[in-house]
């Protein structure tokens, strides 16, 4: 089955400081990988839609500028939490969609990276 | 956009017994309704999904349904075990391409409990 991996799981930064976050499908290509993130005790909201070779697409609400995403690979996908502060704290979660849409693979998760901010 | 709303947000129950666990959805073109179960600190576990062109599936002791019509789908465990207890998300996705390509939107979530 598709297997996608993330990594770090955890990751303990200072504020200010920036945070990259991969997440790779292992045995399958991903057009396209979405980033959600989960805080406590909550739902998961999506970010940003990630498309191979062009512009992540961001949520309303969501800082482009903040939480840099690229996908210059068709299984690989990166986000960058840049100039982080506390209350970026949360769960990062990538999610990533066969290119050959087989079934729904697309919808399996990595997982996830805890992120805290001191 | 699309709006899921999940309820009841907290569940307990006696194992043995039926947990069900509702959603519904506000866009009429979502065609597709995945369930998945989080454990704390881990990934989402997809346990079950259903498309619109079905009306009910089943797999072992759980089971989806869905209404069109009403826009509403609901997730069935019979037989429940403490081993159930976690957090459950409906999602919606209309699978059309262009922009909605992909996008899963999730509900509030259900803490489910079984008592042993």
């Known amino acids: 089955g598709a297997v996608v991996s993330q990594h770090p799981s955890r990751v303990i930064c200072k504020s200010g400081t920036s945070v990259k976050i991969e997440c790779r499908s292992l045995d399958f290509q991903a057009t396209t990988m979405f980033w959600y993130r989960q805080f406590p005790k909550q739902s998961l909201m999506l970010m940003a839609t990630s498309n191979e070779g062009s512009k992540a697409t961001y949520e309303q609400g969501v800082e482009k500028d903040k939480f840099l995403i690229n996908h210059a690979s068709l299984t690989l996908s990166t986000l960058t939490v840049t100039s982080a502060h506390p209350e970026d704290s949360s769960f990062y979660i990538c999610?990533?969609?066969?290119?050959?849409?087989?079934?729904?693979?697309?919808?399996?998760f990595g997982s996830g990276t805890r992120l805290t901010v001191v | 956009g699309e709006n899921v709303e999940q309820h009841p947000s907290t569940l307990s129950v006696q194992e043995g017994d039926s947990a069900v666990i509702k959603c519904t959805y506000s866009?009429?073109?979502?065609?597709?309704f995945p369930w998945y179960k989080q454990e704390l600190g881990k990934r989402p576990q997809l346990i079950i999904d259903?498309?619109?062109?079905?009306g009910e599936k089943k797999d072992q002791r759980i089971a989806v349904t869905l209404n069109k019509t009403a826009k509403h789908f609901s997730l069935h465990i019979t037989e429940t075990q403490p081993e159930d207890s976690a957090v459950y998300f409906c999602a919606a996705n209309r699978d059309a391409g262009g922009t909605s390509y992909g996008k899963l939107t999730f509900g509030q979530g259900t803490i489910l409990t079984v008592h042993p």
């Open positions: 866009d009429s073109a979502s065609n597709y």
């Open positions: 259903i498309r619109s062109n079905v």
């Open positions: 999610s990533a969609r066969d290119r050959e849409d087989r079934g729904y693979y697309g919808y399996t």
